[in-house]
C-alpha cells in the first residue's frame, strides 16, 4: 500500500512537472519570438526616414503650418504602406484638435486706484473685460480631503485672491500631509492648474494669484512671446470665462496688505476692473493615430506615442529642423510599427492591440495629448493599459559622463512597480543599455517628468515610461539636423521600447497601478 502511493505520489509530480513546463514554454513563446522582428529596426530605415521628416521641405513643422501637414501627410502614406489601419473607425488617421492661438495680451489690471499694465506687475495670457465690487480671498486657495479654503465663504461669479504654498501647523509641518513632506499643491508644475481647475468648480470667474516663483518663470515667457510678437496657443474647448492673473508683491499687496501672513478667508471690499485685450485665431491641426488589433485582448490598448510638431522656422528664415525634437522619436515609433506588423504578418502579432499615436502641439503646451486624454480618447482611458512616450532620443547628452549606450527613464516607477521591474527586466534580457534615472528624482529642477506628452496620461492613472536622451546645444536650435543623430544609438533604444511594449502587450495580465497619483 504504502509502495503504491509512492508510485502515484510519483506519478503526480511527473505529470505537474510536465505541465509546468508547457505553460513556461507557452508563456514564453511570444517572448522568444521578439528578437526576429527586433531585427527589422535597422540604422539604415531610420535614417532615411529621419533625413526626409527632419528636412527644410518640412519646415520645421510648427503646429497648424504648411511644414506640419507635410509632416502628417508622410506620417499618413508610411501607415497605409505598411497595411496599418487608422485608429479611429471612420478610416482617418487624423484626429483633428481644435486650436486656438492667442496673441500676447495688453492692457491693465486696475485695483482700487491703482493700474498695474499686465506684462509688469501683472501677467494674464488671455482677453479678460469687466469689473468687480469685491474680491474673495480664499487664503491657498486648497481643498483636499478634511481641508478646505473654501467653507467660510460664498465663490460662486467672485474673482478668487490666493496665494502659492501649503497650510502648516504650529510645529512646522503640513496640514496635508502631517509631517514634513509637501503635498502635490506645492509643486511648481501642478499647483497653479489644481488651483484654478478647483476654482472654477466652485463657480468662480476667475483668479488673481500671487505665486513669486511663478511670476518670475511667466515673466520671462511673456516678455520672450512679447519680444517676437508671439503668443500663447490652447485647446479651444479650454478657452473659457474662467481667467488666471498673476501677480507679484506689490499688485498682491495693493489688493490685500496681509495676504503674506494671513490665512484666513475673507471678502475684501476693493473694486477691481480688467481692461485686456489679445487677438484670437484658429489653428488646423491634427493627431495621427494608427492601430494593430490585438489577437486575444483586442479591448486592452497599449499606446506609444511621440510628438510630431517642432517649433518652425526662425524670424530669419533659420529652420528648425527637429531631428531629435521629436524626429527621432517619430521614425522610431514608425521603425515599431513596422515590426509589429511584420509579426502579426507571421501570425504571431500582439495578444493586446498597440496604438501608434504621434501627437500635435508638444511644443505649444502637450496639446495634442491633452485633447486625447482629457476630451476625445480614441479608446478609453479604463482600457488603456500603458503609455510608452519617445522625445529625443537620437543624441548624448554631453553634460553626461558613462557608457554612451545609454537611456534617461523618467516616470516607469511613478504609478507601476510591475511596469518598472518589467522594463529593466526587458532591458538585461535583449539590449543592456545603461539606465540612467537622473531625471526621475522629483526634485529636478528641470521638471521633465512634467514637459512631454506621457504626462497627460500618468496624470490619468495610466502607467507610463518617458524614454529620453537629454538635452543638448542644438536643443530648440537650427542644428538640431539629421546628420547629427547617433543611428546606432536610434537603433538600440528603438528597439528597446519595442522590446518592452511586446512585453507589455504580450504578459497574461495588465500591469497593476499600485501607485495611484491624487
Known sequence: MKKLFILVLGWALSCNSSQKTVAEKEENRATDLAPSFAASITEEELKEHLFTYASDEFEGRETGKPGQKRAVDYLKKQYEALGIPAAKSDGDYFQKVPLEFSKVPSGTLSVGDKSFTIGKAALTFSSISG????????????????????????????????????????????????????????????????RTELAAEKGANGVLYFDPQNFARFNRYYDFMKSNDSGRMQLQAENSENFLVLLNEKSAKQLYPEIQKADTPKTLTIAVTFDIKSEDNKVDSENVAAILKGSSKPDEYVIISSHLDHIGVNADGQVNNGADDDGSGTVALLEIAEAFKKAADAGKGPERSIVFLHVTGEEKGLLGSKYYTDYKPIFPLSQTVANLNIDMIGRIDPKRTGDRNYVYLIGSDKLSTELHDLSEEVNKRYTNIEFDYTYNDENDPNRFYYRSDHYNFAKNNIPIIFYFNGTHDDYHRPGDTPDKINYDLLKNRTQLIFYTAWEIANRAEKVVVDKATQ
Open 131 to 194: 469689473s468687480y465690487k469685491e474680491v474673495v480671498y480664499v487664503g491657498y486657495g486648497i481643498e483636499d480631503g478634511g481641508y478646505s479654503d473654501y467653507t467660510s465663504v460664498d465663490v460662486k461669479g467672485k474673482v478668487l485672491l490666493m496665494k502659492a504654498g501649503e497650510p502648516k501647523n504650529e510645529d512646522g509641518t503640513y496640514v496635508l500631509s502631517g509631517s514634513s513632506e509637501k503635498s502635490v499643491w506645492s509643486n511648481m508644475s501642478e499647483a497653479v492648474g489644481k
